[in-house]
C-alpha cells in the first residue's frame, strides 16, 4: 500500500507540474517579463515537433511588420510556433527582451538588431546558453556565432536612388542642386552612413556641381516633418531632399508639401509602404522615387535558415555570413512598376 501511495503522489504530482508547465510556455514575451514566475516554470521544447522559436523587430513601420510577417510564415510554414517581439528601438529592452526568451528557453531567435557593436554581448549570450541566433536587416561582421542572416546591402540602397536622383538633376535641374539629406546615424550609424555615402557618390558622379547643404537625423514621420520644415526656413534654396528611411521620406513629402513648395522642391527617398506608393502616384510631382526593400522575404529566409539549424539540416555555408537580398527602384517615372509592387504589397499584407 506504502508503494502504491508513493506512486500515486508521485504521478499527480508529474501531471500538476505538466500543466503548470504548459500554462507557462503560453505566455508572450512581454507577458512573461510583467510575471517572473512564467520565466521560471517555461518548458524548453523537447524534440523538433516541439520547437519554439522569437522573431523581433525594433520598431512599428510597415517594413517591421513585413519582417515580422515574414518571420510568422516561415514558422508556420515548417510547423514550428514563433513568439513575436518588439524592441522599441532601445538598447536596453533589446537585451531584457533576449535575456527573457533565454529564460523561456525558446530554441532560436531570429532579429533585427539596433546595434552591429552593442548588440553583441546579448546575442552572444543567447548562443552559449543554447539558443541559436539570426540576423536580419543588419550585417554583423563580428558575430561568428550566428547560424547566418538577410539583409539588403545599404550602400547599395543608397546608390538605387541616387542613380536616378542624379539623372532628375541632370535632366530638370540643369546638373546643378541644393540637398538636405536626413538620415538616422544617432540609432544605426554604420547603415544610416552606409546609405547616405551611396547616394551622394551616384549623384556626385553626373552632377559634380550639388551642394549638400544640410545634414540632419530624423527618421520617425513628426520629427522629420519638423526637422524638414526648418532646414526649408534655413535653406530656401534647397530643391532635392533624400531621406535615408520611411519615416523620414514620408515627412520630408508632407513638409514640403505643407510649404506650398511643390514643384519647387522634390524628395527621393527609401523604404516602400502604402503611404510612400500614394505619394509617389500623387499628382502632387513631390516624392520622385524611392528605393524598396523585401523585408517580408529578409525575414522568412531568415526563420526559414534559422529552423533549418534547429533541425539539424546543414548551414556551415552560411554560419557567420549575411545574404544580401536585393533592393528595387520604385520611381514616378515607372508606372507599370509600381502597380505591380502595390499588387503584391497588398497580397502579402492580407488586404
Known amino acids: 500500500m506504502k508503494n502504491l501511495k508513493r ?57 517591421m511588420k513585413l519582417l515580422s510577417l515574414g518571420f510568422q510564415d ?4 515548417a510547423g514550428v510556433k514563433v513568439l513575436t517581439g518588439n524592441t522599441a528601438n532601445d538598447q536596453g529592452k ?20 539596433l546595434n552591429q557593436d552593442s548588440s553583441i554581448a546579448a546575442l552572444k549570450k543567447a548562443d552559449e546558453k543554447g539558443v541559436k541566433v539570426a540576423v536580419t ?16 546591402d545599404n550602400k547599395n540602397i543608397g546608390q538605387i536612388t541616387g542613380k536616378e536622383a542624379a539623372e532628375f538633376i541632370k535632366n530638370k535641374l540643369g546638373g546643378k542642386a541644393k540637398i538636405a539629406i536626413l538620415q538616422f546615424k544617432s540609432q544605426l550609424p554604420q547603415q544610416s552612413a552606409d546609405r547616405v555615402n551611396g547616394f551622394i557618390d551616384e549623384v556626385k558622379k553626373v552632377n559634380p556641381n550639388v551642394e549638400i547643404v544640410a545634414d540632419q537625423d530624423a527618421w520617425l514621420q513628426d520629427k522629420s516633418v519638423s526637422i524638414t520644415s526648418d532646414i526649408l526656413t534655413a535653406h530656401p534654396d534647397v530643391n532635392l531632399i533624400w ?20 514643384g519647387k522642391v522634390f524628395v527621393f527617398g527609401t523604404d516602400a509602404s502604402d503611404q510612400l506608393i500614394s505619394m509617389l502616384k500623387d499628382d502632387n ?22 529552423i533549418k539549424g534547429l533541425k539539424g539540416e546543414d548551414i556551415s555555408a552560411s554560419k557567420g555570413k549575411a545574404t544580401i537580398v536585393d533592393g528595387i527602384l520604385l520611381s514616378r517615372a515607372k508606372p507599370d512598376d509600381i502597380t505591380k509592387f502595390e499588387a503584391d504589397l497588398k497580397s502579402k499584407m492580407g488586404k
Open 7 to 63: 506512486i500515486s503522489t508521485f504521478a499527480l504530482a508529474s501531471i500538476l507540474a505538466l500543466s503548470l508547465t504548459a500554462c507557462g510556455s503560453s505566455k508572450t514575451a512581454s507577458e512573461a517579463t510583467k510575471t517572473p514566475e512564467a520565466v521560471v516554470t517555461a518548458k524548453p521544447a523537447d524534440t523538433k515537433a516541439d520547437l519554439v522559436v522569437a522573431g523581433v523587430v525594433f520598431q512599428e513601420d510597415q517594413f
Open 74 to 77: 516561415a514558422g508556420k510554414a
Open 94 to 113: 533589446e537585451a531584457e527582451l533576449i535575456n527573457t526568451y533565454i529564460s523561456q528557453k525558446v530554441n532560436g531567435i531570429a532579429i533585427s538588431p
Open 137 to 152: 536587416n543588419l550585417a554583423l561582421t563580428n558575430a561568428p556565432f550566428v547560424v547566418g542572416g538577410y539583409t539588403s
Open 243 to 262: 531621406a535615408a528611411n520611411e519615416g523620414g521620406t514620408i515627412g520630408a513629402t508632407m513638409a514640403v508639401k505643407n510649404s506650398g513648395k511643390a
Open 285 to 306: 510631382n513631390i516624392l520622385q522615387a524611392i528605393a524598396g526593400q523585401d523585408p517580408y522575404n529578409i525575414g522568412y529566409k531568415a526563420m526559414e535558415l534559422l
